[in-house]
């Protein structure tokens, strides 16, 4: 059977998981009683509610007498590592383009990736059918962009079509009229425009796998291109390793793809991606040969962590009222398995102590392992997130970022002044139809907090996009401190509406009455950049008095209610978010009021 191999790379929420929900439909590949639900690829809970694609997913589609192999890779910077592999399974992406926002930061991205493994390009400007559409200009962006990162002749020659992915329909005209009712100019064109992959048929195994996953029964699963030869169950292969080394193994389980099932096949040939599982530690890059012809494959880059955090079991006095698994055993093992699927993520102990640091491509990329722990029901604290520095020629290094911003007039003022004391430096600024879109260059840690403050600075009304652009000198100070201190419970209890009215005045609360609170945990934020202490347990003492307020009812202005990502971007650095199946909760390290003044008094003699 004649193979294509495809990814299809984009901006987030430029429809890449929507196109191949049609491609799935249209194609036939279906049976008769199979349904596909929207956005069937992305299968994971946290993908469905987010609306991301966190983890790439393989699929393969039936059309004519072709298997088309299709990688939806994430469109988010923090996943951009397993973008890069996979440029190195397939050879040819459909890039999608928004046929309104044009060309963002991811864009640029993912394109980057592909230019550089030399694959060939095709475009599909996509959500031709909104009210408002550009397609002329996005075009013009589109081709800039090609030129601006480097494309040889053959790749700017690229070939373009237009569709509504949400609707189902294709041409290769820009005029919307012209929309048909199905994908086959997007599949013709993968046939035509995208090159057989290019493998030896004859030969000894080579494959090397790109991407990992894992379950219990089989453990650690590798999945790549035959990069030559064939792949049988119960073969015996050898693994070469990325240090030289070789590993000998049976081929337990081979899988192949069909629509959104991984099915077990018996053999597979050249060309044709493929799930492996038989070994139980094997590592993306490493290469598994037959055992007369051991030839490894150049190895695959991994992209190292930017971003790292502290995780602890939870110390805080509601330890173990919420939570399944809250011992340090337990949680270190489900880290460690994490790693088995996740190549980016470095999880290391830190000596004599129940805690880890955990290293990360970004806040996003560290705030869905939380989120998914918590769910497994897991309880954890975590620290303040931390960019990780690396010497470069002698000299120390800090990550920065490519920030794109697009938001209201009126509001982009606060923006500009933010950005500028957190050493952001603007590159462009554009105006259009009341929205004002700029690009910055920031430091990383510079966007750690500004994320909470950016939809209040815009009314809601802000879009920003970032993705990390390479290391650079680090200039030193502080960025990015949580001006403002915050309120802090005395008192271990229930909060009542009469304590918390006598305490509203002097801040922002976080709680509202009726909330189990304890000794050190945060309740609010002071309007002062000092911390205060306060006593929101408080009741109304009871008296024969009679009062001429007896009667009345305490109104209180509503709590502001924070998402994990915001309380990961509000803490300081003496302070934890402790985290729980049914809560999250901002804390102090220290919870007696002593403890924190002792804190002080050493931080400041040293």
Avoid at 73 to 83: I, K, L, N, R, S
Wanted: glycine share 8%; charged share 25%.
């Amino acid at each position: 059977m004649n193979i294509r191999n495809i990814a299809i790379i984009a901006h987030v929420d430029h429809g890449k998981t929507t196109l191949v929900d049609q491609l799935l439909k249209l194609s036939g590949t279906l049976d008769a009683h199979e349904e596909i639900n929207e956005r069937a690829m992305d299968s994971n809970a946290l993908e469905r509610e987010r609306g991301i694609t966190i983890l790439s997913k393989t699929t393969a589609i039936y059309y004519k007498d072709y298997k088309i192999n299709i990688l939806d890779t994430p469109g988010h910077a923090d996943f951009g590592g397993e973008v890069e592999r996979i440029m190195k399974m397939v050879d040819g992406v459909l890039l999608l383009v928004d046929a309104y926002e044009g060309t963002m930061p991811q864009t640029r991205f993912v394109l980057k990736k592909a230019l550089e493994a030399h694959v060939k390009p095709i475009v599909v400007i996509n959500k031709v059918d909104r009210p408002v559409v550009r397609i002329d200009e996005v075009m013009d962006e589109v081709l800039e962009l090609f030129m601006e990162l480097g494309a040889d002749d053959d790749q700017l020659d690229f070939p373009t079509c237009y569709a509504s992915a949400l609707n189902g329909t294709s041409s290769l005209d820009p005029d919307i009229n012209t929309q048909e009712p199905n994908m086959d100019c997007v599949f013709d064109m993968i046939i035509d425009e995208i090159p057989e992959p290019l493998v030896e048929e004859e030969g000894g195994l080579q494959l090397q796998p790109a991407l990992l996953d894992y379950n219990d029964y089989v453990g650690r699963i590798g999945i790549g291109r035959i990069q030559r030869g064939s792949i049988s169950v119960n073969e015996n292969v050898v693994c070469i390793r990325a240090d030289g080394s070789k590993t000998n193994f049976r081929i337990q389980k081979l899988y192949g793809f069909k629509g959104l099932h991984r099915i077990e096949i018996k053999e597979a040939h050249a060309g044709d991606i493929v799930a492996v599982a038989g070994l139980s530690d094997i590592g993306v890059g490493e290469t598994i040969c037959s055992p007369d012809a051991l030839e490894p494959l150049p190895l695959l880059h991994v992209d190292e962590p930017t971003i790292q955090m502290v995780f602890g079991t939870n110390t805080s006095p509601f330890a173990g009222q919420e939570g399944q698994f809250v011992t340090a055993s337990k949680l270190e093992d489900r880290l460690m398995r994490e790693t088995n699927k996740d190549v980016s993520l470095r999880v290391e102990r830190i000596p004599n102590s129940e805690e880890w640091m955990v290293s990360g491509r970004g806040e996003l990329h560290l705030s869905i392992l939380i989120e998914t722990l918590r769910r497994e029901g897991f309880e954890l604290q975590v620290s303040r997130p931390h960019v990780i520095t690396k010497k470069i020629d002698g000299v120390e290094c800090e990550p920065y970022e490519d920030v794109m911003i697009e938001a209201p007039d009126e509001t982009i003022g606060t923006v500009i002044e933010s950005l500028g004391l957190r050493r952001g430096i603007m590159q462009t600024m554009d105006s259009m139809d009341g929205m004002t879109r700029v690009q910055y260059i920031v430091p990383s840690r510079g966007l750690i907090g500004f994320m909470t403050n950016f939809l209040t600075m815009t009314k809601g009304y802000g879009i920003i996009n970032h993705t990390f652009l390479d290391y650079r000198p680090a200039d030193g100070g502080v960025v990015g401190e949580r001006q403002l201190g915050v309120l802090i419970s005395i008192d271990t209890g229930q909060t009542t509406a009469y304590a918390l009215g006598s305490v509203e005045s002097r801040g922002v609360m976080f709680v509202g009455p009726g909330i189990q609170v304890y000794e050190g945990m945060i309740v609010g934020e002071h309007a002062k950049s000092n911390d205060l202490t306060v006593n929101v347990t408080k009741g109304k003492q009871m008296t024969n008095t009679r009062s001429s307020t007896k009667d009345s009812t305490v109104v209180l202005k509503r709590p502001r209610v924070f998402t994990l990502e915001s309380c990961l971007d509000y803490i300081n650095e003496d302070e934890l978010v402790e985290i729980t199946p049914q809560s999250i909760r901002l804390r102090k390290r220290a919870l007696t009021e002593m403890d924190r003044k002792r804190e002080f008094r050493k931080k400041n003699a040293n």
